[in-house]
C-alpha cells in the first residue's frame, strides 16, 4: 500500500444486508488525478467503493481504467486527490489482480498459490479449495509456464483471493477468457461481495457488468463521465443496456482510441 496514500485503518465491516446508501466505504478516492511526465490521463476522480458490493469500472481503450486501479492498490502514487483506505486490521487488506499475472517459474499452480497462503495462515486444503473456485482443480500441479493465456488469470484470481482480503481488485479478470469461465468469474466476484468484500473490477464485458455490478463507474477521457447503478444509467440516458448506455454516454469516435496528450 502506498504509504503517501493517507491510509486509514478504523475498522469499519460491513453490517448485515445495508441499502447500498448505508453500505460503509471501504475506499474513498477524492479528486484523484494522474499524470505521467506532462500528461493528464486522470482528473478529478472521486468515488466510493463500498463493502458488500461489486463497483465495476467501465470506459474506452486508454480512458484511464488501470491506472486508476493501480492507484487504488497503491502500486503507484496519484499526482493529485487522495485515496483513503478504511480497510479492517487484517493480514491480508488488499488482494489484486493485475491486468497480466505473472508467477515465479519453475512452480506449480498449487506451489504458486500456496505461497501467498502461506503468508497468511492458510493451508494446502485452503489453496486446493481456491484453485477449484476457479476452475483450476485439475491443473494444480501443472507448472506455471505451462499454463494457457486464460488459466493464468484464473490463477491470478485465485491469488487475488487468498486470506478473503476486505478489498478485492480484478483488472479485466475475464479478459481471455472463455464465455462459461468468464461468467463463472463474475460469479466469484458476487460471491466476495456477498461475503461482505468490497469487489472493485474492471472489465470492457459489459453484459457481466450489467448483471453483477452494484455500481458502474463510467471512465471517458480520464474523468468520471457517469456513476451509478446500470438500471440508474440506463434511465438517465434512456437506454435499454449498459452497452448502449456506454455508447451513448462516451464521447468521441469508439472506433478510434482517444490518447491524451496527443500521440507520443
Ligand atoms: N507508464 C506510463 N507512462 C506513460 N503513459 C502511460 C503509462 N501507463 C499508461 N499510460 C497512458 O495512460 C493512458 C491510460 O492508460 P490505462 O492503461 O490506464 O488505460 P485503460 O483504460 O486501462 O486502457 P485499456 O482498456 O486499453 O486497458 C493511455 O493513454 C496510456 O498510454
Sequence with gaps: ?????????????????PTTATRPPIVEIDGLGHTY?????????????????????IGPNGAGKTTLIRDIVGL?????????YRIPDVPRPIGY?????????GQTVKQAIAFYGSLVGETEADTVRRLERVGLGAATDRAVGAL????TRLAG???????????????????GLDPGMSVRIFEIAEELAAAGAAVLVSSHNLALVER????????D???????????????????????????AAVAGDSKTVSVRGGST
Design 97 to 105: 489482480l493485475q491486468q497480466r499475472p505473472a508467477f515465479r517459474p
Design 212 to 219: 453483477t455490478a452494484g455500481r458502474v463507474v463510467l471512465l
Design 221 to 247: 477521457d480520464g474523468t468520471v463521465a457517469r456513476i451509478g447503478a446500470p438500471a440508474d444509467l440506463n434511465g438517465e440516458l434512456g437506454t435499454e443496456s449498459l452497452l448502449d448506455a456506454f455508447d
Design 148 to 151: 494457457s493465456g486464460g488459466m
Design 37 to 57: 511526465g506532462r500528461i493528464d490521463v486522470l482528473e478529478d476522480v472521486s468515488f466510493d467503493v463500498p463493502a458488500g458490493e461489486v463497483t465495476a469500472i
Design 157 to 175: 484470481i485465485a491469488q487475488a483471493t487468498v486470506g478473503d482480503p476486505p478489498l478485492v481488485v480484478l483488472d479485466e479478470p475475464a479478459s
Design 76 to 84: 503507484q502514487e496519484p499526482t493529485a486527490g487522495t485515496v483513503d
Design 1 to 17: 500500500m502506498s504509504e503517501s496514500a493517507n491510509a486509514t485503518t478504523t475498522g469499519s465491516t460491513a453490517k448485515a444486508e
